[in-house]
């Protein structure tokens, strides 16, 4: 197995005895549910009346020639060849790769922050997918109903959203149970949609001829601009790529590349050509040529099924929105939001309320709003082409500055997939007026959500720095005073490991005590998703009873104060007693016209620190034990 596949222990996924083929059976429900149900919809978008296509052999063959293609290129070689050899100490995803290539936390240089722009902004996209992805999936194997039973159409709607609801009700009881059943259901998925796709070849043979590259540049050639903006709906049929490289830190790369080569691929290709000799024979069949496929008693059945499979396909969807949130949050470009754990076995299982919510109620407006899965599918694909255009140009920084590739090496391959990236980026365009906006909106307003997080953060760390002290300075002059020193241990928390924490000064100046042993603690987090325990603690004595401590966190880990301070073992401190007491500072920000930021970037920043997380909550710092000290601060 490659270095990609083990876990940042170093240890191997399969140190618990799963073998490779059960890693790829549970990975089933989880990384391939996005692109598994594409050919609910993928194939028929192609032939929709907005492209004017012809439903005739030459159109056919050619779109199920690009189909191949592009499962090909850009999954098959893109994402699962050389993309997923791009860990970050076994996690993927848009910020982890980021990570790989500069600091998200201390971008230097224009170079740097253009990169961390990028990194912002494909993550940003990502909860614009996480939006219309449950939205189209669920409503388009809800409009089987159509097909078995034409005077049910008025109710798929509201069939949809209640599945909707159901779902995102759900999410605050965890999924580790569920999850279980997820792979073996997406197994009867795949091999139902194979099966489907084989009696139809069998019937129309001659739809094999597609596999010829030649049909697809045929195709382009001979319909013009018209088979371009094509290339928008093919690009539906690789949606998902993405999840595939989120995912390697779950299972490793072997499982999943097992599973697309061994299952995923055969019953995609299988299912879209066997789509494709159904039109061969009957272009009426057009309309929804996924569940024509099906004999008239299997209707209820696939509807069901599929109905299934889109609910599997979203949950991986939003359990990606709240690890992708959970990491901006440890990158420090996100709020702190409340988090529950749903399962004390794994870690990675936790549920926030606030993008939960959100989710479900832009899902929801998305199903009114576009009625129909044709009409998402407008708005779909335009959010994961700049995705994985963001990714390509990560990918060549990467190989260039960590894997030292020559230039000619990198410019070539990632030439490449940009080649096919910016083809399908510039197909899917013509969207943004029929519905792509929606994403694009989305996405922004994430974008200047995080990055004025980032920089209102810079900045008030700025402030704060005016005013502060070195630690050494004010012990010095505070001796000088005879301070009273009172029993017990004092853990001040700040983001300055060389100053004097504002809530230290506070604390002498109105109490007029200190405590007999403080330690000033510094929380941080490492480009890397994991840091071991052994090497999560540093301790530096100041002096007069004064330690400087510092926990490192990596990106998908969870901050835990008390549980982390409990494995120091150190003889000058004891952070079992019971009068260990947390000063924590909470600021009042003030906007102001001082050089910095925008003013109103400065009221927004302002807005998301009042309504972020309290420190007590997220660090687990026992409130009992709590002392916050405010202040106000002008940014």
């Not at 490192?552 to 009068?579: C, K, V």
Request: glycine fraction near 10%.
């Amino acid at each position: 197995m490659s270095d990609a596949s083990k876990s940042p222990s170093g240890t191997d996924h399969q140190e618990d005895g799963k073998q490779p083929a059960i890693m790829s059976l549970i990975a089933l429900g989880i990384v391939y549910g996005d692109i598994g149900t594409s050919p609910l919809y993928a194939l028929r978008e192609c032939f929709h009346e907005d492209h004017a296509l012809e439903v005739s052999s030459f159109n056919i063959l050619g779109i199920l020639s690009l189909v191949f293609w592009a499962l090909i290129l850009v999954i098959s070689i893109k994402y699962l060849i050389f993309i997923l050899r791009a860990d970050n100490d076994g996690e993927g995803g848009i910020l982890a790769l980021t990570s790989l290539v500069t600091s998200l936390k201390n971008p230097s240089g224009k170079g740097s922050a253009l990169i961390v722009a990028m990194g912002l902004m494909g993550a940003s996209l990502l909860y614009a997918d996480g939006m219309i992805t449950p939205s189209i999936s669920v409503l388009s194997a809800v409009e089987g109903i159509e097909v078995a039973t034409p005077a049910l159409q008025p109710y798929v709607q509201i069939i949809t959203i209640g599945i909707l609801i159901g779902l995102f009700l759900f999410q605050s009881r965890g999924t580790a149970g569920v999850g279980l059943i997820f792979g073996p259901i997406m197994l009867v998925w795949f091999m139902t949609i194979a099966g489907m796709g084989v009696a139809q070849i069998i019937e129309k043979p001659e739809v094999l001829a597609a596999l010829n590259p030649l049909h697809g540049m045929h195709f382009l050639l001979g319909n013009g601009f018209g088979g371009f903006l094509a290339l928008g709906t093919v690009f539906l049929v690789v949606t998902g790529g993405e999840a595939l490289y989120a995912d390697i830190g779950h299972f490793g790369t072997q499982p999943i590349r097992i599973g697309w080569y061994s299952l995923v691929l055969p019953s995609l290709l299988l299912n879209y050509f066997g789509q494709g000799a159904l039109l061969l024979g009957d272009p009426s069949d057009v309309v929804n040529p996924f569940y024509r496929m099906a004999p008239g008693w299997a209707l209820y059945p696939l509807v069901i099924l599929a109905t299934a499979a889109t609910v599997i396909a979203s949950q991986a969807v939003i359990t990606g929105a709240f690890s992708l949130t959970l990491q901006a949050m440890q990158f420090g470009i996100c709020p702190r939001l409340t988090i529950r754990h749903t399962s004390h076995e794994q870690a990675g299982q936790v549920y926030l309320p606030a993008v939960n919510w959100m989710l479900m109620l832009a899902c929801i407006g998305l199903v009114l709003g576009f009625e129909t899965s044709s009409n998402l599918a407008a708005a779909y694909g335009v959010a994961i082409t700049i995705t994985m255009v963001i990714t390509s140009i990560l990918f060549f920084f990467l190989v260039r500055k960590r894997w030292n590739w020559s230039l000619s090496a990198a410019v070539t391959l990632s030439g490449l997939f940009l080649l096919v990236d910016l083809s399908f980026l510039g197909a899917n365009l013509p969207k943004v007026t029929h519905g792509g906006w929606f994403p694009l909106v989305v996405a922004g307003v994430a974008y200047l959500l995080m990055s004025t997080w980032m920089a209102g953060r810079r900045l008030l760390a700025e402030r704060l720095n005016e005013n502060s002290v070195p630690i050494e300075l004010f012990l010095a002059d505070l001796m000088n005073q005879s301070p009273i020193r009172v029993p017990g241990l004092a853990v001040f928390l700040t983001g300055n490991p060389i100053g004097t924490p504002p809530a230290l000064r506070h604390n002498v100046t109105h109490n007029k005590v200190l405590h007999e042993t403080v330690v000033l603690l510094t929380v941080t987090t490492a480009d890397v998703p994991h840091v071991r325990v052994a090497r999560r603690s540093q301790i530096e004595e100041i002096g007069e009873g004064v330690y400087r401590v510092s926990l490192t966190y990596g990106f998908m880990d969870t901050p835990n104060i008390p549980l982390a301070l409990l494995t120091i073992h150190d003889e000058r401190l004891d952070f079992s007693q019971l009068d260990v007491s947390f000063f924590v500072g909470r600021e009042d920000l003030l906007a102001t016209d001082r050089p910095g930021i925008a003013i109103w970037r400065e009221r927004l920043f302002a807005w998301m620190t009042r309504n972020s997380q309290r420190a007590t909550d997220y660090f687990h710092l026992p409130p009992e034990q709590v002392v916050e000290v405010g202040g106000q601060i002008e940014l």
